[in-house]
């Protein structure tokens, strides 16, 4: 491809090596990583949907992070299995774009996920006699759709203004496609993606951030100076919530650190496991750690695995 090409039809992946046989060692982890979180995300969907004593806020709230998640992997892990087991790493323009919205719109959506949950965690625990009144199934109704609508018109927004750049080069030195990527090969003027991005990240991702911390540092005040049963209240059921929230959070900053600054001197291999760990390990993270930590989840697979007692 020219390097002053306004048009590109394809994209080359340079963060491939070539692994000889280990591809298919590496074919079957991915395969198998991928198997599981299907696997365990739609145990828990299935679960919390055919209980009705489940279909509570928090459980309806997990529902919409699980298929998010399934989502999310649906976008990554196909497309790695293939590039794992080819000569040529490369991508149509038209497809590596989809994979930009579906990525993208996982992160987002998992984020909006993650702030209407400790709102719903919040109100459960710091306005109990409240709860039923401001949390109402038409509520909850509202905030899962919000969680999904405005993410999606943000990505929809930030593609749009990707796709009408023209491009100088087609080398994107990363595994899958990511947006930032896209845009360090524009030759177009790019002011308008970066103040679009910045404009999002201090306004709706702070927002997002501010009402985690707030609902969360509310919680340990009501929790330090309530009575022992706020305080176990608190810890079954926010436990979980706070390790996703961290897990997903440093999954971010590896991301954000390697498409920001130069780690060309850090191990290549190193480089592709920081970028892929919060698309990979989330998904299974989360359901392993709400299937554990959730005392109800944690009885009914209990009876579907090894029957009731």
Not at 42 to 51: K, R, W
Not at 133 to 158: A, D, G
Not at 242 to 265: K, P, T, W, Y
Request: overall charge positive; charged content about 10%.
């Amino acid at each position: 491809m020219m390097t002053n090409s306004t048009y590109v039809s394809y994209f080359t992946l340079s963060a491939y090596f070539d692994t000889g046989v280990f591809k298919y060692l590496y074919f079957l982890i991915v395969l198998t990583l991928y198997v599981l979180i299907i696997c365990s995300n739609v145990l828990l969907l299935v679960v919390i949907c055919v209980n009705r004593n489940l279909h509570e806020p928090m459980y309806l709230f997990l529902c919409s992070l699980f298929v998010n998640e399934l989502f999310g992997s649906t976008g990554l892990f196909p497309f790695l299995l293939v590039q794992i087991v080819s000569d040529v790493h490369t991508v149509s323009t038209s497809s590596c774009f989809l994979q930009i919205f579906c990525l993208y719109s996982y992160a987002n959506v998992q984020l909006y996920n993650l702030a209407v949950m400790s709102y719903d965690r919040y109100l459960a625990i710091c306005c109990p006699l409240q709860y039923n009144s401001r949390m109402t199934s038409n509520k909850v109704t509202v905030l899962i759709v919000l969680t999904w609508l405005f993410p999606l018109l943000n990505v929809v927004v930030m593609m749009s203004l990707s796709i009408s750049l023209q491009l100088c080069g087609n080398i994107i030195n990363k595994v899958y496609c990511d947006n930032f990527s896209v845009v360090k090969l524009a030759c177009s003027d790019t002011t308008v993606n970066n103040v679009y991005g910045i404009v999002y990240m201090l306004t709706v991702i702070v927002a997002l951030i501010i009402l985690i911390l707030f609902s969360y540092m509310r919680i340990l005040k009501v929790s330090f100076s309530g009575c022992k049963q706020t305080r176990q209240k608190a810890v079954s059921t926010c436990t979980p919530h706070l390790a996703s929230l961290l897990n997903f959070s440093f999954g971010c900053f590896f991301e954000i650190l390697q498409s920001r600054f130069n780690m060309s001197s850090v191990p290549n291999m190193l480089r592709i496991v920081l970028s892929l760990y919060f698309l990979t390990c989330q998904p299974l993270f989360n359901p392993l750690i709400y299937g554990l930590n959730l005392t109800k989840i944690r009885i009914i697979c209990k009876s579907l695995v090894f029957g009731k007692v």
